[in-house]
Nanobody
Framework: QVRLVESGGGLAQAGGSLRLSCVAS????????MGWYRQAPGKERELVAG???????KYGDSVNGRFVISRDNTKNTVSLQMNDLKPEDTAVYYC???????????WGQGTQVTVSS
């Protein structure tokens, strides 16, 4: 069982920055893709950013160019630097990790990000 613990959410003003971090524990196997999804009230969960074990990245269209994902395999952590935040970035952000022995990803408990205009 993999446990994911997020930190770094909170309140920011439009144009500001926040950094999210997620620490994974409990896996004896290296994790595959890790990253972040988000879900705003009344909307479906959407991909924010993902990163492979080798460092290949992918971003949702709405955050491309503003957010940067990074990963430290030695510490089993994934981080999301969020810049130029907009009110529409307000959502609960969920960390995920894909395990080589599991068909569905593991999820964190979520962290709230609120951006005021």
């Amino acid at each position: 069982q993999v446990r994911l613990v997020e930190s770094g959410g909170g309140l920011a003003q439009a144009g500001g920055s926040l950094r999210l971090s997620c620490v994974a524990s409990g896996s004896i196997f290296p994790l595959n893709d890790m990253g972040w999804y988000r879900q705003a009230p009344g909307k479906e969960r959407e991909l924010v950013a993902g990163i492979s074990r080798s460092g290949s990245t992918k971003y949702g269209d709405s955050v491309n160019g503003r957010f940067v994902i990074s990963r430290d395999n030695t510490k089993n952590t994934v981080s999301l630097q969020m810049n130029d935040l907009k009110p529409e970035d307000t959502a609960v952000y969920y960390c995920y990790a894909e395990h080589p022995r599991h068909t569905v990803p593991f999820w964190g408990q979520g962290t709230q990000v609120t951006v005021s205009s």
